[in-house]
């Protein structure tokens, strides 16, 4: 079976800790619940600046301007031990700055949604012109911005909810529609906040592979938004919104959905068509959930440390045919999660981790990293949900002791060895495996790494459709090219005939 | 604990009694265990879902108590707990809600 290329990748983070403070679903539900509350006051005392958050380790891990090593032995608690230096760009990818990315959701808005205050949209377009990304045909569809009695009106008499730079308004996003819940400023504003940060990615994406937008194919988005109306809540599609504004003009798509396990569902549904021959190449994308910021703030104003939870996180991976120069995604030995597998932990291990790995005759030890769930422990940890990466890489432990292929003592070194350290932000389908999918390509070009798992989990049952729970994962390993990989093309059995029918001439002719 | 399964958890004691009612927690963290444990004893100490000064006493017990474990079948046990057995600080969640049980609980099994 072909396996196919996993040839570029981009990971980028939105620095936004005012949508956070305003829209995230933490502080909004205590504000409209309670109003302004010492929480809610503790909160926005402590936002951390843009510096500190591109001085945060796990933050630079995200981008590629750390290595995972590098972040294993960084000592803890993280925030209190910034790097000096903190740069905008990593080899992945970048963090944007709050400002900018108000400017990109303008620029993705193509209803006239966004309103941006006109001072602000001024510099924001001086700050995003020096954006080595931002065409001038991207540039052209920043707004001039409007003045601000007009933004008030909005927000004062028209639903239109607030946008915020510094403590100020900077602009505003409208509603779609007086009575449709769907087509809501509060949706409006978190698909676009989405889809901005997709179409980042997006770009980094094309610059990194060095492909014209208009090269790319297919586009599947995998966020966990609901693009629609009240007819069809989710309806779609953000992956041709986001490739029209990337400019990829010859590409089509759809989005995916399985809430966090939808990146790893999207990345096989790309591979399989590319594998297939249906697609030449295919971009697998999600940008950030607004709701998700901050989700974990009242325990970490609770134990006076800074809310961490103040960026959305982005990534695009391009996928197309195996030429043996980059390394592959295996087809063959998908982990499923079937309806009948059972919800226990070790069901779900065994159907993930273990049975794709016995389907191609391997064992635990012949994977060289695992990759579930990524949040960054400190985030996580102060709320209650405990090393998420590390319970991840137990469980496989544990389940490979039950399944005689580990020494029980041997556990804490199986930890270690195989697990990587979390560094993706509390974003859901974000560090859901994916992140990883950079980091072990560049180790496994480099040969540092044979072959890598990436897995996906998802809280099916949060929607209220299903007890279930939904799982995927697949392999990576290096290329070897078509051909390479012991399958048997035409070419090898004409070779062969020819051998024979040599051999048998050589023996007649005597 | 969400709003959602606080609501859940308030609705079943006014339906059935808070002492007819035990919680069975399997929270992986103890100090997760400890917040759900106090919010369905003493109510909900964020203050911010339907739990919040409602001190129910139910029996809440973690999962690895003796208790529970002596309750449930074998078979099942080995299938569906075992693993997790290998995989989290057992006696740190007993002991936690425990803790907590004995604090605020009013009803026990």
């Not at chain 1, 005689?404 to 350290?421: D, N, R, S, T």
């Not at chain 2, 029996?59 to 108590?65: K, L």
Request: proline letters at 5%.
């Amino acid at each position: 079976m072909a396996h196919v290329a996993i040839r570029g990748y981009s990971y980028c983070l939105n620095h936004t800790p005012e949508l956070g403070l305003h829209y995230g679903n933490t502080p909004y539900t205590e504000l409209t619940s309670h109003g302004e509350t010492e929480f809610l006051k503790g909160l926005a005392g402590n936002l951390q600046s843009y510096g500190e958050a591109c001085c945060y380790p796990p933050n630079q891990v995200f981008i590629g301007g750390m290595e995972l090593d590098d972040l294993a032995v960084h000592p803890s608690p993280m925030y209190r031990n910034r790097l000096k230096e903190g740069p905008r760009f990593g080899k992945f990818g970048e963090i944007m700055p709050e400002n900018e990315f108000l400017g990109l959701m303008d620029i993705c808005d193509v209803f006239d949604l966004i309103w941006l205050e006109e001072g602000f949209a001024s510099d924001v377009s001086a700050a995003l012109a020096k954006h080595h990304l931002f065409s001038d045909r991207i540039m052209a569809r920043l707004e001039k911005g409007h003045p601000l009695p007009e933004i008030d009106e909005e927000i004062s008499r028209h639903g239109a909810l607030p946008l915020y730079f510094h403590g100020k308004i900077a602009g505003c996003c409208r509603k779609g529609h007086d009575i449709d819940e769907s087509l809501s400023a509060h949706v409006l504003l978190e698909n676009l906040a989405s889809k901005a940060g997709s179409v980042l990615a997006l770009l980094h994406l094309l610059e990194s592979t060095g492909l014209s937008p208009s090269d790319i194919d297919y586009v599947i988005e995998c966020s966990e938004e609901a693009a629609g109306d009240m007819n069809q809540r989710g309806g779609g599609n953000f992956a041709k919104a986001i490739a029209e504004i990337a400019g990829c003009v010859n590409a089509s798509g759809f989005d995916v959905r399985s809430f966090c396990a939808g990146p790893v569902n999207a990345m096989i549904a790309g591979a399989t068509q590319v594998a297939s021959g249906a697609r030449p190449n295919v971009v697998v994308l999600a940008g950030g959930a607004v709701p998700k910021l901050f989700m974990n703030s009242r325990d970490h104003i609770k134990k006076e440390m800074p809310p961490l939870e103040d960026c959305l996180g982005n990534f695009a991976v391009l996928l197309d045919p195996d030429d043996g120069s980059c390394p592959v995604m295996r087809v063959d030995a998908l982990g499923k999660h079937s309806v009948g597998a059972g919800s226990s932990p070790q069901a779900i291990t065994s159907a993930l981790v273990l049975e794709p790995l016995q389907k191609i005759g391997l064992s635990f030890a012949d994977v060289d990293k695992f990759a579930a769930e990524l949040q960054i422990p400190e985030i996580t940890v102060p709320a209650g949900a405990g090393d998420v990466p590390t319970s991840n890489y137990k469980m496989i432990a544990a389940l490979a002791v039950m399944k005689g292929q580990l020494k029980k003592e041997e556990m804490p070194a199986f930890v270690e060895q195989k697990g990587i350290p979390g560094f993706a932000h509390t974003q859901g389908h974000i560090p859901s495996g994916v992140p990883f999918i950079g980091h072990a390509c560049e180790a496994i070009r480099e040969g540092r790494y044979g072959r890598v798992m990436i897995i996906g989990k998802g809280s099916l049952f949060l929607a209220r459709l299903t007890n279930l729970s939904d799982g995927a994962s697949f392999l990576i390993e290096p290329g070897a090219g078509p051909g390479l990989r012991g399958e048997i093309t035409k070419d090898d059995v004409r070779e062969a005939i020819l051998e024979v029918l040599m051999d048998l001439s050589k023996g007649l002719t005597g | 604990m969400d709003l959602q399964n606080q609501q859940r958890v308030k609705d079943a004691a006014d339906k059935f009694g808070a002492e007819n009612l035990v919680v069975i927690l399997g929270s992986s963290d103890a100090e997760g265990a400890e917040i759900y444990a106090e919010t369905v004893t003493n109510g909900d100490p964020t203050f911010a879902g339907p739990l919040a000064g409602v001190p129910l006493g139910l029996a809440v017990y973690d999962i690895f108590e003796q208790e529970i474990r002596e309750e449930a079948d074998a078979s099942i046990w080995e299938e569906q707990i075992s693993m997790m057995e290998m995989v989290l600080d057992t006696e740190a969640l007993a002991k936690a809600v425990k803790g907590v049980r004995e604090q605020y609980g009013k009803y026990t099994l």
